[in-house]
């Protein structure tokens, strides 16, 4: 337990431990450990929490700004490695950013830091926000140490929650200068590595349409780490006995039957059991009975804190030698990107998991409903395209049936924004604000942002600027949120980065969508399943003013949102789009991907971007024409 006086009393002494004992507190609090001790009742500690992170900001400033700090290397990277607490921390608090402490600790900012010290560089870094109020010389930042330049970039890259259109734009602009951090170097450590995955996946949120070339720059990073840790690309498998599956390797990053990669893939599992010998490779704790239940081998390891576990990663997929990797997606842990960047099998794809293309080289195909897909360029694979009416949902053992909740119109109306943090972007939130004053009659906005500690509190110190009226939910059970989420009259699905499984509970419930298309696979989930269960293409928007048009017409006329839930109730979704081991299987996902395992060779030779079964099926019969 954390007695948050005495990291004061440290702190503004100057005690030799004060930088440790502030950094321990920060890990405490914003991660919503609740090991932090302020002397208040539980009571007082909800309505006092934005005092507390001002009590801590203010330690932390007292010692980041001691002229007499000197960092050692490992003060210096437990501080870099702390910013996006730090950055929440500040955010919190009555300070409402870290500005006070950026203007003491350098007033010339990141000019000034070009000339600082390297303990003073990296102090600056550990509080930089995209959000800071003051000028930030982003350019300027690539003329610092490398190792420092490359890990604020990266955390930058990947702070979440960005409360401002400011810090929006900014982290736009940082994306455009990908290039610039190509050539910076990082030891491979532990900590080193899941910074880099964040980043990778983290990019994905932006609104840019270049937003994913730091991914083909991480990845030759990522690439040189594994040269690092002496891992190489494996060679063919051996020849199979007759008669016998190929193996296929699943690598999932995520997969226990709570969460949507399982939902979403397990009936593509159960297809491709059918043909191939289905092992698991995954962290211990995403394997549970249920999911054992989906292979043929299961696998799985124990995260270590020094990174051991990447070692005993490689050596499996050494030992299993498999002949197909299937990663279901790749970027949501830390051993996903680097993994991904080497050639583990003679055929590697991925899936919507993650729905963003890896762009990594080894990854050859990327497994996809054609709904999904706007234009094959936006992905580094060639896109394998499935037809939408073959997707179907895994039954979750807490699955229930959907309580319809009777909707009578209310004075004011729930809408609901179901979506990740990550999603939930500045000019997403600020369209919200423009929907709220333009609605003839009071809305309150329920957020459900699955998150907790230092970033729900950051988030609900912007939101409450924002909207007049707004509630965020912690983090619940499954069917806790569903209850929740059904008791609302609509919901509002997020962009760029839409939210597939939230419009499937939203409709399971009869609650009414109104979606935005963007032309990336994470900005066209929403609209593919709307289109496919055909309700009016008004709730689909292409343009912001056509969204909020939307979105208005939901609120204001409670017969449009009646007959939508009539609707949306009438197809019921449990049976259209949910099975489980009792439901009749389709063979879509198998037929395609085996076919394309089988010719494996033509198909890359293949001037096709994208190909369908017919594609597949027409590029195997030329081959053996020619053969």
């Not at 503004?12 to 507190?25: N, Q, Y």
Request: proline share 6%; with cysteine; charged share 20%.
């Amino acid at each position: 337990m954390i007695n948050i006086a005495d990291v004061e009393r440290a702190a503004f002494a100057r005690e030799s431990g004060a930088l440790d004992a502030v950094v321990t507190a920060v890990e405490a609090l914003t991660g919503g450990s609740g090991s932090l001790k302020f002397g208040y009742t539980p009571a007082e500690e909800v309505r006092r929490l934005p005092m507390a992170y001002t009590r801590l900001a203010n330690a932390l400033t007292a010692v980041l700004c001691d002229p007499q700090l000197e960092l050692n290397e490992g003060q210096l990277w437990r501080l870099m490695f702390s910013q996006a607490g730090i950055c929440n921390l500040f955010a919190a608090s009555t300070l409402d950013g870290p500005e006070p402490a950026m203007m003491a600790l350098l007033p010339g900012g990141l000019v000034e830091a070009a000339t600082a010290s390297r303990s003073k560089v990296a102090a600056y870094l550990s509080i930089l926000s995209l959000d800071a109020r003051i000028e930030i010389e982003l350019e300027v930042l690539f003329a610092l140490p490398g190792d420092l330049a490359l890990t604020a970039y990266l955390s930058l890259i990947s702070e979440s929650p960005v409360r401002t259109l400011l810090g929006e734009a900014r982290r736009e602009a940082l994306l455009e200068m990908a290039d610039r951090i190509a050539s910076l170097e990082l030891p491979a450590r532990m900590r080193t590595i899941t910074l880099i995955s964040k980043a990778w996946m983290d990019c994905s949120y932006a609104a840019g349409p270049r937003k994913h070339h730091l991914k083909m720059v991480l990845n030759k990073i990522l690439r040189r780490l594994c040269g690092a840790l002496k891992f190489t690309d494996l060679p063919r498998p051996p020849r199979r006995p007759a008669g016998s599956k190929p193996v296929m390797v699943v690598a999932a990053e995520i997969m226990h039957s709570r969460h949507v990669q399982y939902r979403y893939f397990g009936q593509y599992l159960r297809q491709l059991r059918t043909r191939f010998r289905l092992v698991l490779f995954t962290e211990i704790v995403e394997v549970d009975d249920l999911v054992r239940a989906l292979f043929d081998e299961v696998w799985s390891f124990k995260r270590e804190p020094n990174g051991s576990h990447l070692q005993e990663i490689y050596q499996a997929f050494c030992k299993a030698a498999p002949d197909a990797v299937f990663w279901l997606s790749v970027g949501m842990r830390h051993w996903g990107p680097l993994f991904a960047n080497l050639r583990l099998a003679p055929m590697q794809f991925t899936a919507i998991g993650h729905s963003a293309s890896t762009f990594c080289p080894p990854i050859d195909y990327y497994l996809i409903e054609a709904g999904y897909v706007s234009d094959p360029a936006l992905f580094g694979e060639k896109v394998l395209l499935l037809p939408d009416e073959s997707l179907r949902f895994e039954r979750p053992a807490d699955y229930r049936p959907a309580s319809v909740v009777a909707r009578s119109p209310r004075a004011t109306l729930k809408i609901a924004v179901p979506s990740n943090l990550l999603k939930l972007n500045p000019s997403f939130l600020t369209l919200l604000g423009r929907i709220e004053a333009e609605a003839n009659r009071p809305v309150t906005f329920h957020f459900f942002p699955n998150a907790a500690g230092g970033r729900i509190e950051a988030f609900r110190a912007g939101v409450v600027r924002r909207l007049k009226s707004s509630v965020i939910h912690p983090t619940l059970k499954a069917n806790a949120y569903g209850d929740l989420l059904r008791d609302c009259d609509l919901i509002l699905s997020p962009f760029p980065f839409g939210g597939l499984h939230s419009v499937i509970d939203a409709l399971r419930g009869g609650l009414p969508v109104m979606a935005m298309e963007r032309p990336e696979p994470h900005g066209m989930t929403d609209v593919m399943l709307l289109r496919r269960l055909k309700f009016p293409a008004w709730t689909m928007a292409r343009t912001e003013d056509e969204y909020v048009a939307g979105a208005l017409r939901l609120i204001q006329n409670d017969a449009v949102r009646a007959k939508l839930s009539q609707q949306a109730l009438a197809l019921d979704i449990d049976r259209l789009m949910f099975g489980d081991a009792t439901t009749p299987l389709g063979t879509d996902v198998a037929d395609l991907v085996w076919k394309t395992y089988r010719n494996h060779g033509a198909v890359m030779a293949s001037p096709l971007r994208a190909l369908t079964l017919a594609d597949v099926e027409a590029i195997a019969s030329r081959a053996r024409t020619a053969g």
